[in-house]
């Protein structure tokens, strides 16, 4: 069964600790991975979107990664503020457009 | 500003009662998602539209029901067959369906029984 795994499943940070969550994947035919962030309450906001193995996106503190298995958000020197859940999917072939995601990372950075 | 609107925030069910939550979007994209969220698991597809008056059903529709009238519009309708409603309701916004573009999010409708 196509699955996507997130881990860990909570994390916290003190601010600056650098860390990373992991995004793995068993679907075949990957044409795209996405990352998401999502506050309490609101909806998921776009950070990524990865296409191939050996990619790599950043925005800020994050840099996102990818393999032919796995993704990692890196997460360099956080502050409190990228406290948050963050989520991926995954786009593969013979879904269309349909995304599968995974149940999220809830990390919390701590002064 | 472009974005995804969705109304209410918050909404209240009765025993038997059909609600219908609000999906609006201005930035011109083609294909409109609804999703639901519970906790410990991931986004779960309910409905989606490629385009003006056609819309599939995803992998939980059933006690569902969309409308697709206007480009701009997806609303999703949560009928009394739907025995466990509560829930967090996201709906998305995609420039096409084919496309491999992201898709965009509202800030949800959080439903539950009263």
């Known amino acids: 069964e196509d699955q996507v795994t997130q881990s860990p499943e909570a994390l916290r940070l003190q601010e600056g600790e650098s860390s990373s969550l992991n995004c793995s994947y068993t679907v075949s035919g990957l044409r795209g991975l996405f990352w998401y962030r999502q506050d309490p309450g609101k909806g998921p906001e776009f950070l990524f979107t990865?296409?191939?193995a050996g990619e790599e996106k950043e925005k800020e503190r994050l840099k996102a990664t990818l393999t032919k298995k796995e993704s990692f958000l890196h997460i360099t020197a956080p502050k409190p503020e990228d406290s948050a859940t963050y989520l991926c999917a995954v786009h593969y072939t013979g879904t269309a457009s349909k995304l599968t995601f995974g149940t999220g990372t809830r990390l919390q950075v701590t002064l | 500003d472009g974005g995804i609107t969705q109304s209410p925030k918050y909404l209240f069910r009765k025993e038997g009662q059909n609600v219908t939550l609000s999906c609006e979007q201005n930035?011109?994209?083609?294909?409109m998602y609804w999703y639901r969220q519970d906790p410990g698991q991931g986004l779960r597809l309910i409905y989606y539209?490629?385009?003006?008056?056609?819309?599939q059903k995803g992998d939980i529709a059933e006690g569902y029901s969309v409308s697709r009238e206007k480009k701009e519009s997806f609303p999703l309708t949560v009928t009394s067959a739907q025995k466990n409603p509560t829930a967090f309701y996201l709906c998305a916004s995609s420039i096409g369906f084919s496309s491999n573009q992201p898709q965009h999010f509202g800030d949800g409708t959080r439903l539950s029984i009263l």
């Open positions: 539209s490629q385009i003006v008056n056609d819309f």
């Open positions: 990865l296409y191939s």
């Open positions: 930035l011109n994209h083609d294909a």
